[in-house]
């Protein structure tokens, strides 16, 4: 550990057995947080892809502990809906992308537990796929910011472009295994039947919504709405692929029949600032350990 690491966790330890985070969840408790996670991954898996979206699965576990020790876990709809005082904050835990690591190893976890979660699919990228964000990456270094800015950016986020560029550079794609890739529809379906597991939108094929035009916003969004109908178990949310949203995504959602819109940044829902397609998250990264998170989800270091 080097030591900055050790400074930090160091600091953790003091904030937690001080007493501190346990006085800061009770000014918070009518508050709510959600949660975003990305993948789930085995303990000795390699630094492989985008790597903060990669927790390892026993870093999972010990969050889950930490969650139910402290706060009520609840379902998203719960989360979002209005309710009295209680004694704990709530939390609703959600997954990203629908990761075949999510999907199985994520849901296990769970479901052992009995907590609930939801998980945003953008359909079209499922089957196996590899998400461009892990391909372009550079194994054990992650994903470049350039490399990031252009996809977004220049290239709408959109998968099959980005390939096209990523080819055309010369720069190989990672041999991703299938825990780091979309599930398949089964996947899918098979996750959702289980006790406590919903599922949400993340657009239809996870572009950058914000540079589409009219037309290609509203395909989008109406796609993944129809496709979200026929699910069991689903609710009528929103995550904004990467987070990114304006006020002309934000209408389009609403046109498109969603009830809540979400990032994957921000802080805690406010009753007295909620803005349902603006709704705040708190994304949770691969290094953020079990004392991290909980320091976090006292409303220290996130508000």
Request: glycine share 8%.
């Amino acid at each position: 550990m080097d030591t900055r690491a050790a400074l930090k966790s160091m600091f953790e330890r003091c904030v937690i057995w001080s007493g501190v985070a346990r006085a800061a969840r009770a000014r918070v408790v009518n508050d709510s947080l959600v949660l975003a996670y990305h993948n789930v991954v085995p303990d000795d898996a390699p630094a492989i892809g985008d790597l903060p979206n990669h927790l390892p699965v026993s870093h999972f576990a010990a969050h889950l502990d930490t969650l139910r020790a402290t706060h009520d876990v609840v379902s998203l709809g719960e989360c979002l809906g209005s309710s009295g005082p209680g004694a704990k904050p709530r939390v609703a835990i959600t997954f990203d992308d629908a990761y075949l690591g999510a999907l199985s190893l994520g849901v296990a976890e769970l479901v052992r537990r009995r907590m609930p979660a939801t998980i945003f699919v953008a359909p079209g990228l499922l089957g196996g796929n590899a998400f461009w964000w892990d391909s372009v990456a550079v194994p054990g270094r992650g994903l470049d910011p350039a490399d990031r800015k252009h996809a977004l950016c220049t290239l709408a986020g959109r998968q099959e472009p980005i390939t096209g560029w990523q080819a055309t550079a010369c720069r190989p794609a990672a041999d991703l295994p299938s825990l780091w890739r979309a599930g398949a529809a089964e996947d899918v379906v098979r996750a959702a039947s289980e006790p406590g597991i919903s599922l949400g939108s993340h657009s239809w094929s996870h572009p950058n919504l914000t540079v589409l035009s009219p037309a290609e916003l509203d395909a989008e969004l109406i796609r993944s709405a129809q496709w979200l109908k026929r699910q069991q178990n689903a609710v009528t949310c929103i995550a904004y692929p990467y987070g990114l949203h304006n006020a002309e995504v934000r209408a389009a959602s609403m046109r498109a029949g969603y009830e809540a819109g979400l990032a994957v940044s921000g802080g805690w829902l406010k009753k007295s600032q909620l803005d349902r397609f603006a709704l705040p998250r708190v994304n949770v990264p691969r290094g953020l350990s079990e004392r991290g998170l909980a320091i976090r989800a006292a409303g220290l270091l996130c508000r």
